[in-house]
């Protein structure tokens, strides 16, 4: 497949590499221009491109980019892409080291891939936000390894989600389907799930064991969870760009 990635960071990277290794064509685009992307390009073999031009490129787009850089996307990035290519949106919500407080995600009333997908002005599916970049490079594993990681994917489009499991599938972890992108707070940070490398039966448990709807309890534990994680990455000099 065609896929442009918007974003060169840590998961940016990592998808590239591996993409790349399966023998899709891939281009990657930062904010700061191709020129700047020549050691991505040599670490990763996708070729470094505008965002406008990862966005045209893609059977698949994957927007990979800190949450509070997602207003700052142009308006008319996706202005011609057909709409049967789905969009990734891999961004989670970090208010203490990184993103400022957003109010609708502070409340609840939005989840964060809710946020992104308004934003955005396209339907979005929620992926790779919840494991290490380091483990989506290098533990993908075929199918029916034991202990294969399981990832979450959540989305309003079932064609489109149906073609990110796939390919999640093929990265070498198994696809768990996590609803809607209403229900995509149930693999945000904070919660049991997030960076926990669940295999696929027990990521199904412990969606079943939350419902659907967020309560308002589940809401202020995960925020205050999410808290206590962030402050302690700030005591450890951890950054986030």
């Known amino acids: 497949m065609n896929i442009g990635i918007i974003g060169a960071g ?29 050691d991505v390009a040599q670490k990763t073999g996708a070729t470094p491109v505008t965002a ?6 893609g059977d698949i787009v994957v927007v ?5 850089n997602i207003p700052d996307l142009p308006k008319d990035l996706f202005a011609g892409v057909p709409a049967s ?10 208010p203490m080291l990184r993103d400022g407080k957003i109010a609708e995600l502070e409340t609840g009333d939005l989840t964060e891939s809710e946020w992104v997908q308004q934003h955005l002005g396209r339907p979005v599916v929620k992926v790779f936000n ?14 029916g390894t034991p202990g294969r990681i399981s990832l979450p994917v959540a989305g309003d489009d079932a064609a489109a989600k149906q073609k990110v499991m796939a390919l ?15 229900e995509s707070w149930r693999q945000q940070p904070g919660t049991p799930s997030y960076g926990a490398d669940m295999p696929a039966d027990k990521l ?24 206590k994680t962030e402050a302690a990455m700030a005591a450890q000099g951890i950054q986030l760009k």
Do not use: M
């Open 10 to 38: 840590h998961i940016g990277s990592a998808l590239a590499v591996r993409l790349v290794s399966l023998g899709h064509s891939v281009k990657i685009a930062n904010s700061r221009g191709p020129e700047t992307l020549g």
């Open 52 to 57: 406008e031009e990862a966005a045209k490129h």
């Open 64 to 68: 990979t980019i800190p949450l509070k």
């Open 85 to 94: 290519v789905p969009v990734i949106d891999t961004s989670n919500y970090y």
């Open 130 to 143: 919840n494991i290490y970049a380091d483990h989506l490079q290098n533990k993908g594993v075929a199918a």
């Open 168 to 182: 999640v599938e093929e990265l070498g972890f198994d696809a768990v389907d996590d609803g809607t992108l209403h």
């Open 204 to 227: 199904r448990e412990h969606f079943a064991s939350l419902g659907s709807q967020r309560t308002e309890a589940q809401h202020a534990e995960y925020l205050a969870n999410h808290a």
